[in-house]
């Protein structure tokens, strides 16, 4: 039983710990297999964010069944840590692993005794290599903020933070290996550093992170951050993008809602709509130009139409490049899940579709204006097929030579094709 598959469902998060299984596994001797219908072991790492996720675990593990009948399907991650005992009865599935017991995974599929970790030490994954052209690197797990609609802190438990000298060496291992782009991540990068002696935050990280690789890398790798939460933009965060030569000028930021009163009853109440807006003015006057992405949610339990009009007009005022808009899902053990006001699922689709729409213009706006500055820096993904430092995907379509995978390359925007820019190697 020596040939293995890995399927990763949802976040980055969890496709970092898959790759960490598997290079763990290699080393063990193991083999990946071509596809998954040769393997012998297939661990599906899962998602439970949404009703959607755990519907998409359902047929992916009755799809891997089908055509892999023979195969011990695994099953852990999120959706393991709260749905187990349905999980199990799914085909195929030999054994369910909680979140909170995936790092046993990295002693192997079988011989896992004394893998457990304790909840008080950060999970020992950590890779040298990665399956994308862009690496993930984790520097946070868990979430201490228990937001009313969300099921993570029951999946992951509560905040624990990557010691600082683990994340640098991870980093240099991945920049010796050939990666130009690294996203740093974390569940919720705002609690990082409460668990650590000296407790820095994550703009002390970032700043460690600059001084060890700024003045070597400037100009030759980049970082991205995953996701930010609004509470984390003031004058530090300002402070730390004016004087990082490493960090993309594009974010991705955990709005969900652009009405004080849903934040509220979301348990976000912490930061206001228009505070968001008052720091990407400020950030202007660093990024000029900036890609834009968030996470928005409507159709919360209670969300009145007149609530919804102030999420659109917000979205409208904020210069998005992008974002991902969920209609409210009820997730068991939540607060919302209690909360009067649930809405028909054909009123939350409505409205999520009126934002994705407006989302969508924007987008095209963004594009567009890319068109008109003189050059980008694109992370070459898949052959000619890029992402630039606005976080926009690039097509070269002029070049001398062809771009390894995993190189930046300074291109001249030439066009647009669909929602791609068109681009000559410069």
């Given at each position: ?34 596809k998954e219908e040769d393997a012998d072991i297939v661990v599906v790492n899962s998602c439970a964010v949404t009703a ?243 996470d928005i949610l409507t159709g919360f339990p209670g969300e009145t139409e007149q609530e919804f009009q102030n999420t ?115």
């Open positions: 039983m020596n040939k293995f598959w890995l399927t990763t469902l949802g976040c980055k998060i969890n496709q970092y710990e898959s790759e960490s299984i598997r290079q763990s596994w290699i080393k063990k001797g193991m083999q990946p297999a071509e959607a996720a755990l519907r998409d675990l359902r047929q992916t593990v009755r799809h891997i069944n089908r055509y892999n009948p023979e195969g011990k399907i695994i099953v852990t991650g999120c959706a393991a840590q709260v749905f187990a005992a349905e999980l199990a009865e799914l085909p195929g599935v030999v054994e369910v692993i909680p979140q909170e017991r995936k790092a046993e995974l990295l002693c192997g599929p079988l011989e896992r005794e004394g893998a457990c970790c304790s909840e008080n030490v950060f999970a020992p994954f950590s890779i040298d290599d990665y399956q994308r052209a862009r690496a993930v690197v984790k520097v946070q797990d868990g979430c201490s903020h228990r937001c009313t609609y969300c099921i993570v802190p029951i999946t992951r438990g509560k905040s624990i933070s990557r010691p600082i000298e683990d994340i640098l060496k991870e980093i240099k291992r991945l920049l010796d290996a050939g990666f130009r782009e690294m996203i740093i991540s974390g569940i919720n990068l705002s609690h990082y550093g409460r668990d650590i002696d000296d407790r820095p935050d994550f703009w002390d990280l970032m700043e460690e992170i600059e001084q060890n690789f700024g003045a070597e890398w400037k100009g030759r790798a980049r970082l991205r951050i995953s996701s930010l939460e609004p509470g984390q933009l003031h004058e530090r965060a300002l402070e730390i993008f004016k004087k990082s030569s490493l960090i993309c000028p594009q974010l991705h930021l955990s709005l969900q809602s652009g009405d004080a009163e849903v934040l509220k009853r979301m348990g976000r109440g912490h930061y206001k709509p228009e505070d968001v807006l008052d720091f990407l003015e400020s950030l202007k006057t660093i990024w000029p130009v900036f890609g834009l992405g968030a659109l007009e917000f979205c409208h005022k904020l210069p998005l490049s992008y974002a991902h808009v969920f209609p409210y899902s009820l997730r068991p053990g939540t607060a919302a899940a209690k909360m009067p006001g649930h809405l028909p699922d054909k009123i939350k689709k409505a409205r999520a579709a009126q934002l994705r729409e407006v989302v969508k213009n924007k987008k095209s706006k963004f594009i567009k204006e890319l068109t008109s500055l003189n050059s980008l820096h694109v992370l070459v993904q898949d052959g000619e097929v890029g992402v630039c430092e606005y976080y926009t995907t690039c097509k070269i379509v002029e070049c001398t030579q062809n771009p390894e995978s995993r190189s930046l390359v300074k291109v001249k925007p030439l066009g647009i094709e669909g929602d791609k820019i068109l681009a000559a190697c410069v």
